[in-house]
């Protein structure tokens, strides 16, 4: 390794945020797998999110057999953003291959994980596999905050109409928030410029008052 690499590599883990990102451009633009365990190491430290993601960039740069293996690993690490931002990484390297590494257990992961395991899943996801997708991920309807319930919604509207089958069978749930949130998913597929809060209010209204009701008040 030479000088300037042991300077970019400090430089990735300076207080400056600016200087860090920086660096990860460098690191990127140069594209040399010597900085292969650096980049993904600070992956699982970097607290900035632009610094996140000019390290995931940096990392596609590298050639794919060097840089997948390394992303597997990280996949079973103990540290949750390790595994965030390994998926996040996998999504824009985008090799199909990969798909069979988004487990079910990375897909039902702490919250920050499993947002990030969704979007990775829609993108890899082969032909003749979205239903099954779709099936796993309307297991989670009703699941954590708005920001997650909203990244779930998008993950399967993403899916297109390959979703419908399973957000029609979680539509009539008997959990009253898991209908409502399969229903506001289900309009916002139907129409992806509806407003999401719109979209869950008209939800709740059908779940409660009944489906003719609700297409009286449409």
């Known amino acids: ?19 860090r990102l ?19 190491e600070r992956c699982a430290v970097e607290p900035d999110f632009f610094v996140r993601d000019m390290l995931s960039w940096a990392l596609t740069r590298l050639p794919p057999d060097v840089t997948l293996p390394r992303l597997r690993e990280e996949l079973g690490s ?58 796993e991920l309307v297991r989670q309807l009703g699941r954590g905050d708005r920001d997650v319930r909203l990244s779930l919604s998008r993950a399967l509207v993403d899916l297109g109409e390959e979703s419908r089958p399973a957000l029609e069978r979680a539509a009539r749930h008997p959990e009253p928030g898991v209908a409502a949130h399969a229903r506001a ?8 410029e509806a407003g999401f809060d719109a979209a869950v209010e008209e939800a709740r209204r059908t779940v409660v008052l009944g489906p003719k009701h609700g297409a009286a008040q449409a």
């Open 78 to 135: 103990w540290c949750g953003q390790a595994r965030s931002q390994a998926l996040h990484t996998l999504s824009k390297i985008d090799d199909k291959s990969t798909w069979g590494w988004i487990t079910r257990d990375l897909l039902r992961d702490d919250d920050e994980v499993a947002r990030t395991a969704w979007r990775a899943a829609v993108v890899l996801v082969p032909e003749g596999e979205e239903r099954g997708l779709a099936d």
């Open 185 to 192: 998913t289900e309009l916002l597929r139907r129409d992806p």
């Open 1 to 19: 390794m030479t000088a300037q690499h042991t300077r970019l590599g400090k430089a990735m883990g300076a207080e400056d945020t600016s200087v």
């Open 22 to 40: 920086q660096a990860a451009m460098a690191v990127g633009s140069r594209a040399d797998p010597v900085f292969l365990d650096a980049l993904v």
